[in-house]
Each structure stands twice: as structure tokens, then as C-alpha cells.
């Protein structure tokens, strides 16, 4: 079955440091969501990706979506502790959309 | 956008009760999904219900064990029947956007504590 892991699990990092996360799928995906989750709060929905090699911007927020449609990354410039959290990508392939375990990022003061 | 409530928020409950758990939503939509998060892991999909029809379990999950109901198009409850600690989980109701960026909203959750 449809599998998408993402790297690294955890990372903590000083503020004003950028963070990447990174997921790679087992089968080409029709497209990558990605989503923050605060602690104790639920999955909020960033942004999706459907074309490949398909990249756009949010702010200090830069998405990817490779050239063969099953690797995707998220990157942070100069991370804030509001950037606290865990981030999920979500990869729908056939029929259904499969989260990474998620990244749970910690910004240091 | 679609905004999504749930009840309970929380709950503490015994071994071997069951718990329904409600999910209302502002919009009325297709397809409903339930997902189950365990404490520090990532989100799995229970099943997919959809308005008038049987919900569509994924793999390592049964009818018997999470019934659901999808009375209307705004609604629906997943009931974890015969509990034991190990169903301790956030479970979360999800919908498909309705505008054009297919994005896809979750519920509050439900925290679930059973002893």
C-alpha cells in the first residue's frame, strides 16, 4: 500500500534558523498537502501541490513538489517560535490521502 | 471554508463502554472523514462516510468496532464501541473543502482517555 514517510521526526533549531522537512511517498501521488498542527490543537491546512516540480511561497514558508511527484519539502527561513508545532505532509494517491508521521519543530529563544 | 464542531471535546471513560462521538458541519459536503491520531503519531484514516450510503473502512478497521452514522449532509457520529485503553486516541472528523483549492478541514478532535 501507498506509504509516504518524512524526515526528520524532530527538530529543534535557534530562532532566526531555517528548517526544512521532507517527505518522500512509495507510489506518484496526484498531489501533497501540507498542515500545521499547534500543541493540543488539530491539523490546519497550508497549502497543496499538484503539478510537478511545482514550488510556492507563503511568507518565510517555501513548498516543493519534485519532478516525479512523490517527494515533497517544506522549508522555513528564519524560523519565530510562532512557527512551533508539528508538520504533516498528506500525499493523496489512489483513492486516498496518506499522512507522514509528521515533524515536530521546536524553536529555541 | 468550512468551519467543523465536535462533541464531546473530551472524555474519560471506562473499559468496555462505548463513546459516540458527533461531528456538525457549517456546510453541507459529500464526503466525511474520520481520523484517529494517537498520542505523538500522525493522523490515520478510519473511514470515509458518505450520505446514504455504508461508510468505507480502511484496513485494520471494522464496522463492528467504529459503527458510523451519516444521516444528512452536514452530520455525522463514529461510535468506538467496546473500549479499552489501547482506542485512547484523538479522533478527528475531516471534510473536503468546498472552493476551489481542495483543501481539507479537520474538526477540533475529541480526546479520548480510557482506563
Known amino acids: 500500500g501507498q506509504q509516504v514517510m518524512q524526515i526528520p521526526q524532530y527538530q529543534h533549531v535557534q530562532e532566526g534558523e531555517d528548517f526544512t522537512t521532507y517527505c518522500n511517498s512509495s507510489?506518484?501521488?496526484?498531489?501533497i498537502q501540507w498542515y500545521k498542527q499547534r500543541p493540543g490543537g488539530h491539523p490546519v491546512f497550508l497549502i497543496q501541490l499538484v503539478k510537478s516540480g511545482e514550488v510556492k511561497k507563503q511568507k518565510r514558508l517555501t513548498f516543493q513538489f519534485g519532478e516525479a511527484k512523490k517527494n515533497s519539502s517544506l522549508h522555513i527561513t528564519a524560523t519565530q517560535t510562532t512557527d512551533v508545532g508539528t508538520y504533516f505532509c498528506?500525499?493523496?494517491?489512489?483513492?486516498?490521502?496518506?499522512f507522514g508521521i509528521g515533524t515536530k519543530l521546536q524553536v529555541i529563544p | 471554508s468550512a468551519v467543523i464542531s465536535q462533541k464531546p471535546s473530551r472524555d474519560i471513560c471506562q473499559r468496555g463502554t462505548s463513546l459516540t462521538i458527533q461531528c456538525q458541519v457549517d456546510s453541507q459536503v459529500t464526503m466525511m472523514f474520520w481520523y484517529r491520531q494517537q498520542p505523538g503519531q500522525s493522523l490515520t484514516l478510519i473511514a470515509t462516510a458518505n450520505q446514504g450510503s455504508e461508510a468505507t473502512y480502511e484496513s485494520g478497521f471494522v464496522i463492528d468496532k467504529f459503527p458510523i452514522s451519516r444521516p444528512n449532509l452536514t452530520f455525522s457520529t463514529l461510535t468506538v464501541s467496546n473500549m479499552s485503553p489501547e482506542d485512547s486516541s484523538i479522533y478527528l472528523c475531516s471534510v473536503d473543502g468546498t472552493d476551489t483549492t481542495d483543501t481539507q478541514y479537520f474538526g477540533p478532535g475529541t480526546r479520548l482517555t480510557v482506563l
Open positions: 507510489t506518484t501521488l496526484s498531489n
Open positions: 498528506a500525499g493523496q494517491g489512489y483513492q486516498k490521502v496518506t
